[in-house]
């Protein structure tokens, strides 16, 4: 059997070379070059370079900031713009040179790969999960008055992040962002 240690070598690899290159750009050797392990070695913890991906997916799942969403003791729209403003740092600390995992592998596999796509559709009905409480927790208190469903209302925040980030890594200057806070915070959730 081989150590945990390899698996985890390979899999902290993959993190990093899927979140900066892509699904697409990234082969088997490059992750395990990455990772200073054999080629070998990966087939021996991973039955594919789409199940390595289905892992990082969950590794990068729980790095969304998703606890900023659960602060005790503020109120569920202040915790929703905070939860997008660490995500928006994230992405300017990388130099804006990252997007989101999600929405790279989304738009590089999706469409040929099941799993690839299954397990994109999860982690964004996760997310969107998530979101939908702390819209449905404003809603209760009333510091949100519109009376759209808070699902379709995260589904919407999402993909505007999504294009948000897109938008990020063309102009690499913060204006989608600004743009993203501006109408979601002083419009939509007004």
Excluded at 12 to 18: G, L, S, T, V
Excluded at 56 to 67: E, I, K, N, S, W
Excluded at 125 to 132: E, K, L, N, S
């Amino acid at each position: 059997m081989a150590r945990a240690s390899v698996r985890e070598q390979i899999i902290d690899a993959a993190f990093e070379q899927f979140h900066r290159h892509g699904y697409n750009a990234c082969g088997v050797k490059l992750i395990t070059d990455s990772a200073k392990v054999p080629k070998g070695s990966f087939y021996n913890h991973f039955e594919s370079k789409e199940a390595l991906a289905l892992v990082v997916m969950d590794r990068y799942g729980q790095t969304r900031h998703l606890d900023k969403l659960k602060t005790p003791k503020t109120a569920p729209l202040t915790r929703l713009r905070h939860h997008f403003e660490a995500l928006a740092q994230d992405i300017v600390d990388f130099g804006y040179e990252r997007g989101c995992v999600y929405g790279n592998f989304s738009t590089e596999a999706a469409d040929h790969i099941p799993a690839i796509r299954a397990g994109v559709e999860a982690a964004f009905d996760h997310w969107a999960a998530a979101i939908t409480a702390t819209l449905r927790e404003a809603q209760d208190d009333g510091s949100l008055t519109t009376t759209q469903s808070p699902e379709t209302l995260a589904r919407f925040l999402l993909n505007s992040w999504e294009g948000a980030i897109v938008g990020e890594r063309a102009a690499k200057d913060g204006s989608s962002f600004a743009a993203f806070f501006t109408v979601v915070f002083e419009v939509v959730l007004h």
